[in-house]
């Protein structure tokens, strides 16, 4: 924690950024914060200030935390008549920490643009999901100016474990891509040996704790393969966003000129699970594209 508390801003209080703002409060920083949707209530009985515009955040606290779910809403944060860059002309020395997974091209010209007013840019999205964010363990890809990341640091380390700063600004988005593409990939492969296990007449449970102890152990296979074989497919982290994140993983590599096959493949199987109204599903639920693949689900008895 930092020697003597910071006035903080934080810019949405979802799924992610409530407990993250709790982790800030219970450091004994002052924060002002703003939301789209109701003030959860642990902030609202917290000593947070509510602030009724963007704006107001930004005129208040000295660093801005935003964790809004994509590439328009943190542009609409910024740039809206009432949002942060309102707020900012005319100060110098300020920090806008954009936690979210949006476009890194556009996280580029963002930081341009609030450099412009005399502030700084940080693009620090972040891994680890819901349960990272209450623990407090998440994994943070920093992009952005060297200076401003070590005054932000101890922040960091406040809500997470593993802090890199990956290069200058949209780096950090850049990696956050990579990691998506990561965990897209492992979760279609965990659902596609489940599937393959249980359909065969395997346990399923067994087999995900036969294969925890062998090189097919992953995070993945420790967390979502128990969602998949339990069939609980509340949101950690939705389908719509993972869809999301794949869509600019797709979109870079055209213009970069890379192909992403498997990527591709895996954003299909995210695209029938919406179709099958799943956009607000867990993203281990993509294991159900598969099932009507195979019209077998996990854990069902295997014909015999």
Known sequence: ?????????????????????SHLIAAGHQLFVNTRGKLPA????????????????AERADIIFVMVPDTPDVETVLFAPDGLAAGLKGSSGKIVVDMSSISPVATKDFAKRINALGAQ??????SGGEVGAKNASLSIMVGGPEAA?????????????NITLVGGNGDGQTAKV???????????????ALLFASRAGADPARVRQALLGGFASSKILEVHAERMIKRTFEPGFRIALHQKDLSLALSSARQ????????AQTQELFNSCVAHGG????????????EIQANFEIGQQAPA
């Open 256 to 263: 970069l000129g890379v192909s992403l096959p498997n990527t």
């Open 149 to 161: 990341f070590e005054r932000v640091r101890p922040l960091f380390e406040t809500l997470g474990k």
């Open 1 to 21: 924690m930092h020697a003597t508390p910071l006035k903080l801003g934080f810019i949405g209080l979802g799924i992610m950024g409530a407990p993250m703002c």
């Open 279 to 290: 956009a607000g599903w867990d993203h281990s639920g993509l294991v159900r594209a598969l």
């Open 42 to 57: 642990h902030i609202a009985e917290s000593s947070a200030t509510q602030c009724t515009s963007v704006r107001g955040v």
């Open 178 to 192: 990579a990691n998506q593409i990561i965990v897209a990939l492992n979760i279609e492969a965990v659902a596609e």
């Open 121 to 126: 840019y940080l693009d620090a999205p972040v």
